[in-house]
């Protein structure tokens, strides 16, 4: 806890600061904390109102869906989580031989292999890779 809370929450505290106030200036403390008091009120208020709404718009479409004969359960089942859907993997586009000899293929996606990338800085096309 703060320090400043800590002498809020203390009477005692409280009575030995206010001490080095006047009257006027502890009044115009009170009435801050009055106006931000007030607002923090209104603040939890208008929360509740709003989760107040959002439970009867969930009552009534509850309701409606069971006048027609559906149960939350169907509508879970229809809109439950569904597999995220896979790409395809691509087909490959070139061949080329690895530094240790072996045929390997690329489908142009992603860094460029370097046995084609030391080539092609040779003077070979990319076409020349093509399967």
């Known amino acids: 806890m703060s320090q400043a809370l800590l002498t809020l929450n203390n009477i005692r505290t409280l ?3 206010s001490r080095d106030f006047s009257i006027d200036v502890l009044e115009e403390m009170l009435e801050k904390l009055r106006i931000v008091t007030e607002e923090r009120r209104q603040e939890i208020t208008a ?3 709003e989760r107040q709404q959002h ?3 969930l ?4 309701e409606l869906m069971e006048s027609d004969g559906i149960s939350p359960h169907d509508l879970v089942e229809v809109l439950g989580d569904k597999p995220a859907k896979k790409n395809k993997p691509r087909a490959p586009k ?4 690895d530094t240790t000899g072996v045929e390997k ?3 142009g996606q992603g860094r460029m292999p370097k046995p ?9 096309k990319l076409e020349d890779f093509l399967l």
């Open 15 to 17: 009575r030995a600061h």
């Open 47 to 49: 929360a509740e109102q």
């Open 55 to 57: 439970e009867e718009k």
């Open 59 to 62: 009552s009534t479409w509850l």
């Open 94 to 97: 070139y061949r080329y031989l």
């Open 105 to 107: 293929q690329w489908t």
């Open 116 to 124: 084609i990338a030391q080539a092609i800085a040779a003077g070979q």
